[in-house]
């Protein structure tokens, strides 16, 4: 495949956002509320990472098929204490669209197991999640099926099915902190010429930082 010209790649954070770079800027944050860990709260949350906005975004999208070869993806862990079993049916995920207003056709929601400090064996799979954008690109994601996680640590995927023409690219906003392992990416088709073809941190794959993903998990 030919790589994408700058004439096509209208600007410098266009082709930052292709090659998995990071982009600058705040984005509004899904609000959450309380009650991590306490199902039946208010907000029924499992898990809450939505603080600490480091201000810049890393491309998580799957692209049109001329573009396969810059597909990405990140990926976040956490983990379910022992003693609980975690029903996850929603999905909130602070992110932003850049050169391009959107909207994502879908969004592909991941649960891997964790395997040596990255993503395993994949325990749950949502590859066209539809609905819940607020507009600006951050998202409340309902899961068709609950996933059912037992104590352990796991990574979470998400990944915005869009197309570079007509929609623009979608970037998953970074955290300033990090809870257990930074987070991952990865480009399997490697169109970024990183290298990273398997998951790896994002300080060595695109030169952003060890740094952590900003999302939630529900019921």
Do not use: I
């Amino acid at each position: 495949m030919t790589k994408p010209s700058t004439t096509v790649l209208a600007s410098a954070a266009l082709l930052a956002m292709m090659m998995g770079g990071a982009v600058a800027g705040p984005t509004r944050a899904v609000a959450t509320g309380q009650g991590v860990g306490q199902p039946g709260a208010a907000s029924a949350l499992w898990h809450d990472q939505h603080d600490n906005d480091a201000g810049k975004a890393v491309g998580s999208q799957n692209y049109e098929p001329a573009f396969d070869d810059y597909d990405n993806g990140v990926a976040d862990d956490f983990t379910v204490l022992e003693g609980q079993v975690w029903k996850v049916g929603t999905v909130n995920v602070t992110g932003r669209y850049s050169s391009g207003d959107g909207p994502a056709r879908s969004m592909h929601v991941t649960f891997y197991k964790d395997k040596g400090g990255k993503p395993g064996a994949v325990v749950a799979d949502y590859p066209e999640v539809t609905g819940g954008d607020n507009g600006s690109g951050s998202f409340n994601l309902k899961l068709p099926a609950p996933a059912k996680l037992k104590p352990g640590s796991y990574w979470v995927s998400v990944q915005a099915n869009m197309d570079m023409f007509g929609g623009g690219q979608w970037a998953w906003q970074q955290r300033s902190v990090v809870n257990g392992t930074p987070a991952k990416w990865r480009n399997p088709g490697n169109g970024s010429m990183s290298g990273c073809v398997r998951w790896r941190g994002l300080d060595t794959c695109l030169d952003v930082g060890k740094t952590d993903m900003m999302f939630s998990l529900g019921e």
